[in-house]
């Protein structure tokens, strides 16, 4: 049994977590510089994972290194590392990190540390306090990973992950005999300690990897939305509006039911950018585009077509209705509420397909029609609805 025990050597345990660590690290850091500034946390994580690496580096060279470095050094690391983590996930959530008290409590830990390195030489009592602080960490890591948007795989992976480090670490405790002498030796060979600083080793890596996971779902929901929306208004762009148009055109078929189209567009904006400026012009585009997404269903779609012409697209809604929504629109946006801006009005066209004979042929050929009522309400004056 002796030599088997001899090849489990815990050092290896550590030297394989401090490798993994700065591997996973120097992916993190590589996402912190490529990924959009909205995905915050990834440099915090990215160092958080250099200093647990390094202090498992340190925590190998026990008894080669002085206790300074090896024991207490390395303690402090591993705990502002843990912070970090906790700090990373805070930005990731929009939050402002919170450093105090946690760096109080660290302080204490250090000092308490110190004295039973130094001190008293407990070994009992140094395990006892790392495994309280990790169980603290984790727990609160494990929560904020569990409230992390998108509620995926990469989410989830990462609450296990912190939730096995504070299982490991409550294991930890449990076994932690206080009426028998443990060995103050760097790398005691007893199975406990082993599996201890194995999972560890392992623990790093799945961290890294959970919050890698993390930011990947995080990019894809950012990019989808970025090739989805106009980056103006954050309404639909034109290549999603007919992807959906051409599932509710679908269904309207299928079912026989009414499927409308208004187009609207904006009443003299070219004087508007030339007398108050492009940015006043921008801000009448959003103020029209959320004014009329507050008056639509669930179900109604809204899209920016470019400048200052919109479409909106209404399932199940026949001419009247249509009309009455348009016109529901018009009075809204023609309300001067923000001081900031000008009034505006709007024109609107609107279209009805019904899967009678001489209805539209396709969703493009349904606007075409509302875009011919849209010419009519500007010859008519502007500032009025043509269905």
């Known amino acids: 049994m002796a030599p088997t025990m001899d090849l489990i050597d815990p050092r290896t345990f550590l030297l394989v977590a401090n490798l993994l660590g700065l591997l996973c690290a120097l992916v993190l850091w590589v996402q912190a510089r490529s990924f959009p500034t ?16 390094c202090a498992s580096g340190l925590a190998s060279l026990r008894g080669i290194l ?27 959530h929009g939050r402002r990190p919170v450093w105090r008290p946690t760096l109080d409590v660290i302080g204490a830990a250090l ?6 390195t130094f001190g008293t030489h407990n070994y009992q009592g140094r395990i006892f306090i790392m495994a309280l602080a990790h169980i603290g960490f984790f727990a609160y890591g494990a929560w904020l990973a569990w409230r992390a948007q998108p509620a995926g795989f990469g989410s989830r992976f990462l609450t296990v992950a912190f939730l096995l480090g504070v299982v490991v670490a409550a294991w930890r405790l449990a076994t932690l005999s206080m009426g028998t002498a443990e060995s103050d030796e760097a790398f005691d060979r007893n199975l406990i300690q082993q599996v201890y600083l194995g999972v560890f080793s392992l623990g790093v890596l799945g961290l890294s990897i959970g919050f890698i996971l993390l930011a990947n779902e995080r990019l894809r929901v950012e990019l989808e939305f970025m090739a989805t ?11 999603a509006f007919f992807a959906r148009a051409a599932v509710e055109w679908a269904r309207a078929v299928r079912a026989h039911r009414p499927l409308a189209v208004v187009t609207a567009d904006i009443d003299f904006f070219k004087k508007v950018n030339d007398t108050y400026g492009h940015h006043v012009g921008d801000l009448v585009i959003k103020d029209f585009a959320l004014r009329a997404s507050r008056l639509l269903r669930v179900p109604d779609i809204l899209a920016r077509f470019g400048g200052e012409e919109f479409v909106i697209l209404l399932p199940d ?16 946006v023609a309300t001067h509420r923000d001081k900031a801006l000008p009034t505006y009005t709007a024109s609107l066209g609107v279209a009805v ?15 075409a029609e509302a875009d011919a009522a849209l010419y009519r309400a500007k ?9």
């Not at 909205?38 to 690496?53: K, N, P």
């Not at 010859?379 to 269905?387: K, S």
């Open 38 to 53: 909205e995905i915050a946390g990834l440099r915090d994580w990215a160092l958080a994972v250099v200093l647990i690496s």
């Open 66 to 92: 002085h206790d300074g470095f090896a024991i207490v050094l390395a303690s402090g690391l591993l705990l502002f590392g843990e912070l970090l983590l906790i700090v990373g996930l805070q930005r990731y």
């Open 353 to 367: 397909a019904q899967g009678a004979p001489g209805d539209a042929a396709d969703i493009e050929a349904l606007i």
């Open 379 to 387: 010859q008519g004056g502007r500032n009025r609805v043509e269905g």
């Open 317 to 332: 809604t026949d001419l009247a209705n249509a009309c009455h929504v348009a016109e529901r629109i018009r009075k809204e």
């Open 111 to 116: 000092l308490l540390i110190v004295f039973l």
């Open 229 to 239: 929306r106009d980056p103006m208004t954050g309404m639909l762009n034109r290549r």
